[in-house]
């Protein structure tokens, strides 16, 4: 099955299908930003077509994937 067809994508696949690193891409998803994400076990999987629309709504928005985690972690 093609990365495009599927669901939901481990990190390690979404970060090679939108070609972000799985650093920052984890770091989002972590944070619960936008809510694309689902721990399974010790596995993060990201829901593939909210992370779409996350990205879709960074882009936007003119805002660089991931700085909203960053601003969250700042003001902790």
Request: glycine share 6%.
């Amino acid at each position: 099955m093609e990365l495009n067809e599927k669901y939901m994508l481990t990190v390690k696949e979404a970060s090679e299908y939108y070609n972000i690193g799985t650093k920052a891409l984890r770091r989002v998803a972590e944070n619960g930003e936008k809510k694309f994400a689902v721990a399974s076990g010790n596995k993060l999987l990201i829901i593939r077509h909210r992370s779409e629309d996350y990205l879709d709504w960074c882009c936007d928005n003119n805002i660089p994937v991931g700085e909203l985690a960053d601003d969250e972690r700042d003001s902790e």
